[in-house]
């Protein structure tokens, strides 16, 4: 999104206008005072032109253009209510609930009063609007911090403040120094020469380097004469065009809630047809028998209506095996999830007060089913910060640091950095620990004054000084930044320029050099030149260069130097740092003038002026002397690589999608660890056409796969099962690791419908996957073809406003925050400030989450379907007359009170194994990848134990019951009596079965499990009291039969049978699965009770210099046309520039210890598994 900051007047289309987030840029270098004078663009959905009037909201407002307010809120007073019951009541389980609540009122089919449906369903509804109504008051409360930005606009001719939510199209908007922008402005009058402006964009794409914007060339020049200009505003920007619409998300489970609820339903209709059945055979052979007793007349009631009748009776009565209470549950347990990610302290960036936020919570345990990572790469796995680390200068390395025996050691916090206090205009953030290259300054070493003095003369940087004195550069990349800093500190220091000019000191003499041409960069020439003419006279031509491109341009003497920096590159490459060639050569004045000559006249030229003046640079940019070569460290934000590494030890694939040029996301592949020169191959698609890029994806197929794969055409040939199982077997067959990089153009002839699948192919089958100069559209369709033909779980992170679609459209979106912006906090599901945070995020509370929301699913349909099943076994003994076989309260309370504390208390604070085991071991969130923990197969294995559990706890009491008289001799086999023991032993058995099934226990566990017993015999009593009853009797009919019951002790036995013979089945079965057959988690868990004490920390090994290809600096956001700016002084201030801010730099060290984590890892798994086999 470079260049959608400023739009011109009346081209703006069709494209939907997105609520959540506005385009902000950043202004750098306008004066404080006189500012810069703008006015704002805004379209309307397939807008062709627009007429606006400057100054004249009066006649602006007939066009009805949208406003500049942004939204991102559902409600408000007045629709919350009646929206959020019409959402509410859209569940399925809602809409059941209330139907039964209406069958209930019906005196004919309830065998149940109304209160024990409503009681839950009023419960759930409001704890549901609650949560909803805080969520959209956080919404609310982020949409006004940034509506309520400030402004100046021009009103009634005086520039008054004003909220950028009340900015109308047409409004003329004076912008100073460092101010934000929230909206799309057109430039018109700027206080900087030519009517230039410096834009940083890092809250829309997330880089920090400058990008000059020209003023009209018709209003650059009125300054502050505003009230003759017209303009136009809004938030109906490019970027909201490309941001995607907002998509509710659900995860896999709520899915497979859904169908897995639809498949109770009719496992309930089957339950009432059965019974149904059953009654209209019983009214019809026995019922008779009791007409005369019920004083019913003959042919009163048939046994077809009464059977009609009880299956309504019935499926209000069993309704429970679909409870209601599950939904709220699982929502309070994703909230608590939310909270602990919020409040955990080790993804809590102190250095910014940036702490994690879920933004969601409705998404946690798909954090624990993530298969593809989309990732950005500025802003997002770096930095954005140059640091200038090595050099070689005439055949010696400087930049290393060498022990009392010169052996070469790492760079550590001990070591003492070179001192450039002493030089008042050094940069105080610089450092460096080679102290050899200060003292070849100070010995005169001309190679070394040549080699620092061509980095303060060859690049495009600008200087200025601050109200304090300070030297300031302001740079269009950050790789240049870094050299002409380095310079600076060395003594070196350019000071400023003009178009003939550039000024610098040398080791504190000012030398001025006269500019005689400068030769752009271009990403053909892949190197930039100047030719200047010292004090001396001399004319020299300084180049600086990818080393490729440059050593081609070197004369032949320079071959025993050549061999030897070509050494050093490799080395220096090796670690990961970028390279850039220095060479010169000395012209001679006659020759100069001669080729200077020819140059003006090829640029006068009219036809083929390209061609000439680039044949005019080749021919002077030979017979270079070669000077050495420096080395730039791209700084990756902390922790990339280790996150990078443990990630892929997840079977995580992370993709790159990035709109830099090639070099600079291959450069960050190297970098990060995802591209290695041990790669057995690095797929290159650049295709103009879609002919060519169909092409080249099958030649790279057939070198993955080999010639005697029968390849398709790229249509979908068979069932997409079928399709997800052959892709799967191939994926296993693949041996090796290999790369895909695509470029944007390649990209978009390869997403079309003949060719995707060649390339999802493809790029299924890479380790790494890299997608360059992608637009917005293009990261969001990648992200979509993912999802639609891999059925697998997606996630995309990014830190600016062209992330958003990308987010958006992934299942889960991360955004970077901090000094990047808002745009992609705005649009996820879950920020943080740093990358290396999302390791975290996803192996311990993305997997914790997964882990315990199975758990809970699990626990909870086997305890509902062995509460409710009691009431289908009863049926066949009473008649199949509805009758429920425990207490209505009893019934109304169970999943509400009894049962529901403990099954929360483990779906929020359950633990496998710790956090720290949970990252040191990644192959422990395969699991959730493979859906093992809760899918149909799991449900129907729950549902067979709630079966089993039910029959017990109803045919053991009903056999020992039956002809069997009490301890005072008295029959003791009477239904209340029969109820209560019943009700007992389901609340102790559920409450063994939790406790059996909890991992990790808290005070809060303990509280939860065994004070629900406690609580049931609490209500138990109250409820059949004499005292209640007096009050109630019509609800409490149940008087003293707790007293009586449980004083029995045959009762109790009964109760201790009922629950050993449905716990030990479970007991020995898992048992003996922990023992046969453990899974990884099951050794850890062992492991851990093992180990009685900390584990020693593991040491740290060297970091090994790896071998790999070296990379050009000018990779990196190096643009063509700043060399025509400068020689041309359109950029150039007549006078001292106000005080503005300087380049900020900030130094953090990123060591690599992969090995140390890949060994930690496998040293981890050999220590679970000595005896075992690992299975999942």
Known sequence: MKDDFF???????????????????????????????????????????RIVKANDREYNEKFQYADNRIHTSKYNILTFLPINLFEQFQRVANAYFLCLLILQLIPEISSLTWFTTIVPLVLVITMTAVKDATDDYFRHKSDNQVNNRQSEVLINSKLQNEKWMNVKVGDIIKLENNQFVAADLLLLSSSEPHGLCYVETAELDGETNLKV????????????????????????????????????????????????????????????IILAIGNSIWESQTGDQFRTFLFWNEGEKSSVFSGFLTFWSYIIILNTVVPISLYVSVEVIRLGHSYFINWDRKMYYSRKAIPAVARTTTLNEELGQIEYIFSDKTGTLTQNIMTFKRCSINGRIYGEVHDDLDQKTEITQEKEPVDFSVKSQA?????????????????????????LRLLALCHTVMSEENSAGELIYQVQSPDEGALVTAARNFGFIFKSRTPETITIEELGTLVTYQLLAFLDFNNTRKRMSVIVRNPEGQIKLYSKGADTILFE?????????????????????????????????????????????????????????DERIAGLYEEIERDLMLLGATAVEDKLQEGVIETVTSLSLANIKIWVLTGDKQETA???????????????DVFVIAGNNAVEVREELRKAKQNLFGQNRNFSNGHVVCEKKQQLELDSIVEETITGDYALIINGHSLAHALESDVKNDLLELACMCKTVICCRVTPLQKAQVVELVKKYRNAVTLAI???????????????????????????????????????YLQRLLLVHGRWSYFRMCKFLCYFFYKNFAFTLVHFWFGFFCGFSAQTVYDQWFITLFNIVYTSLPVLAMGIF?????????????????????????????????????????????????????????????????????????????????????????????????????????????????????????????????????????????????????TVASVMPVVAFRFLKVDLYPTLSDQIRRWQKAQKKAR?????????????????????????????????GKNMRAKNPPPTSGLEKTHYNSTSWIENLCKKTTDTVSSFSQDKTVKL
């Open 7 to 49: 739009f011109t007047l009346t081209t703006f289309r069709g494209g939907a206008s997105v609520s959540g987030g506005i385009s902000v840029g950043h202004l750098l270098r306008p004066g404080e005072r006189s500012g810069i004078i703008m006015f704002c663009s805004e379209k309307k959905l397939r807008e062709v032109e």
């Open 213 to 272: 914007r020209h003023a009209l060339s018709v209003t650059s020049e009125l300054g502050a004469d505003i009230s003759r200009l017209a303009g136009f505003d809004g938030p109906d920007t490019k970027l909201m065009q490309n941001s995607g619409k907002t998509k509710f998300k659900r995860t896999s489970i709520d899915r497979l809630m859904n169908t897995l609820v639809l498949w109770i339903f009719g496992f309930l209709i089957c339950l009432g």
């Open 427 to 451: 940069d105080r953030e610089f450092q460096f620990f080679d102290h050899h290259l200060m003292e070849s300054i100070k010995m005169g070493d001309p190679k070394v004054h040549e080699f």
């Open 553 to 609: 341009k070197l004369h032949p003497s320079n071959e025993v130097l050549l061999s030897l920096t070509s050494d050093h590159l490799s080395e220096f490459a090796g670690e990961g740092l970028r390279t850039l060639a220095i060479a010169y050569r000395d012209l001679d004045d006659k020759y100069f003038k001669e080729w200077h000559k020819m140059l003006e006249d090829a640029n006068a030229a009219t036809e083929e002026r």
């Open 666 to 680: 291959i450069n960050i592949g190297y970098a990060c660890n995802m591209l290695t020169d041990d790669m057995n």
């Open 798 to 836: 990014g830190d600016g406003a062209n992330d958003v679609s990308m987010i958006k459209s992934a299942h889960i979106g991360v955004g970077i925050s901090g000094q990047e912006g808002l745009q992609a906090v705005l649009a996820s599901d879950y920020s943080f400030a740093q990358f290396r």
């Open 910 to 1058: 359950d633990q496998d194994v710790s956090d720290q085991n949970s990252v040191d071991c990644p192959q422990l969130y395969k699991p959730g990848q493979l859906n093992l923990l809760f899918n149909k197969r799991k449900f129907f294995i729950c549902v067979l134990h709630g079966i089993y559990t039910s029959l017990v706890l109803f045919f053991i009491p009903y056999g020992a019951f039956y002809n069997v008289a009490g301890e005072d001799g008295q029959h003791i086999a009477d239904y209340q009596s029969f109820a209560v023991t019943m009700a007992t032993s389901l609340v102790i058995v559920v409450s063994v079965q939790i406790a059996l099934d909890t991992s990790y226990w808290t005070f809060i566990n303990h509280v939860f499990i065994w004070g629900s017993i406690a609580i049931y015999f609490s209500i138990l009593f109250t409820m059949h009291s004499n005292g209640i009853f007096g009050i109630f009797p019509n609800q409490f009919p149940f008087v003293g039969n707790a007293r009586h019951s449980l004083t029995q002790k045959c009762i109790w036995l009964v109760i201790l049978l009922t």
């Open 1096 to 1128: 020693p920390p593991s040491s740290r090994r060297p970091r090994t210099r790896r071998s790999s290809s070296r990379r050009s600096g000018y990779a990196f956001a190096h643009q063509e046309g700043y060399g025509e700016l400068i020689t041309s």
